[in-house]
């Protein structure tokens, strides 16, 4: 059994501020029919990026799908209550804000889903076996 290398919460903390942050920035700068193009690139690269240095199963993806989420929630919570969204109809008509949260919840799951398959597809090939991929994988062989 390999070992796998855990992450902290201060990691997993930092890069929701990260995603947020460069949400932000990409929502000043980048104008709007390119902001839907721009975004996922952002939290793709964001997510194979923290992957590098821990593991990359189902688990820790949703982990860090929900703690990102959850994180970026709180902060733009924040942001609300603050001067530049006082008003909540403002905040809640702009489209931008509602398109981050599935991104967030989306990217980093699928990407660890792709990477065990991928994992999985190669040590299949290594072994050589008879039995259809799909019975080992729930372990039913």
């Known amino acids: 059994m390999r070992k796998v290398k855990k992450t902290s919460n201060i990691r997993i903390l930092w890069y929701s501020v990260l995603?947020?942050?460069f949400s932000y920035i990409v929502a000043l700068i980048v104008a709007i029919p390119w902001f839907y193009l721009v975004l996922p690139l952002i939290v793709y690269s964001t997510t194979i990026y923290y992957f590098k240095k821990t593991e990359v199963t189902l688990a820790a993806g949703l982990k860090a799908a929900v703690f990102w989420f959850m994180a970026i929630v709180s902060i733009n919570l924040l942001e609300i209550f603050g001067p530049y969204y006082a008003d909540f109809k403002l905040y809640f008509s702009d489209f931008?804000?509602?398109?981050?949260y599935p991104l967030i919840l989306l990217i980093p799951v699928i990407y660890t889903i792709v990477s065990e398959n991928r994992r999985f597809l190669?040590?299949?090939?290594a072994?050589?076996?008879?039995?259809p991929h799909i019975l080992v994988r729930f372990g039913l062989h």
């Open 122 to 125: 190669k040590r299949k090939r």
């Open 96 to 100: 931008r804000n509602w398109f981050l």
């Open 19 to 21: 995603v947020w942050a």
């Open 127 to 131: 072994k050589k076996t008879d039995i």
